[in-house]
Antibody, heavy 119, light 108 residues
Framework: QVQLVQSGAEVRKPGASVKVSCKAS????????IHWVRQAPGQGLEWMGW????????NYAQKFQGRVTMTRDTSIRTTYIELSRLRSDDTAVYYC????????????WGQGTVVTVSS | SYELTQPPSVSVSPGQTARITCSGD??????AYWYQQKPGQAPVLLIY???QRPSGIPERFSGSSSGTTVTLTISGVQAEDEADYHC???????????FGGGTKLTVL
């Protein structure tokens, strides 16, 4: 079936970087853009940006520009998000999500990856 | 930049109708999307393009749009509908996406 499976929980110290993966299965990987969304504890959803797995093109939310990098490896159907210069307020669940072609609707979500930033 | 505004909470008794609103200046020009999120789970798409329902979503969930406000309506609310509901839209020129703050639906 169509699914996105993310890597496991991470703990980092402030100032460090973290890289989270999102592996796709059950559909043509290069046909659908992948977006990344995070959710801090008790808070709403926050959009971070997207990557086009076909071209590798990206678009990042202004808030994260300079700190975020999204990449993909088409050979293993996996996209990645790397966030650098971590702060305590980056502690959140990070989700990848597939977007329906021609819309901005996220129809398939990964299970989420907990990233904890603590000294 | 533009924002989406949702009420923090809505309460309704079982069997009643719940309406959750989402307001934003760009909504007359951009589609809205709705998600349901239960504790510890990823969001689930309920409504796309203002009023379209993906396959597998019960008919009691519907969406509508009027001017700068979109509304998610849940008819015949059930206990299992207790969850957080998030509206979402996007700027098609920049392809930036944004979410409302989320609404907690409590079934009394």
């Amino acid at each position: 079936q169509v699914q996105l499976v993310q890597s496991g929980a991470e703990v980092r110290k402030p100032g460090a970087s973290v890289k989270v993966s999102c592996k796709a299965s059950g559909y043509t990987f290069t046909d659908y853009s992948i977006h990344w969304v995070r959710q801090a504890p008790g808070q709403g959803l926050e959009w971070m940006g997207w990557i086009n797995p076909n071209s590798g093109g990206t678009n990042y939310a202004q808030k994260f520009q300079g700190r975020v990098t999204m990449t993909r490896d088409t050979s293993i159907r996996t996209t990645y998000i790397e966030l650098s210069r971590l702060r305590s307020d980056d502690t959140a669940v990070y989700y990848c999500a597939r977007v329906i072609i021609g819309t901005f609707a996220f129809d398939i979500w990964g299970q989420g990856t907990v990233v904890t930033v603590s000294s | 930049s533009y924002e989406l505004t949702q009420p923090p909470s809505v309460s309704v008794s079982p069997g009643q109708t719940a309406r959750i609103t989402c307001s934003g200046d760009a909504l007359p020009k951009q589609y809205a999307y709705w998600y349901q999120q239960k504790p510890g789970q990823a969001p689930v798409l309920l409504i796309y393009k203002d009023s379209q329902r993906p396959s597998g979503i019960p008919e009691r969930f519907s969406g509508s749009s009027s001017g700068t406000t979109v509304t998610l309506t849940i008819s015949g609310v059930q206990a299992e509908d207790e969850a957080d509901y998030h509206c979402q839209s996007a700027d098609s020129s920049t392809t930036y996406v944004l979410f409302g703050g989320g609404t907690k639906l409590t079934v009394l």
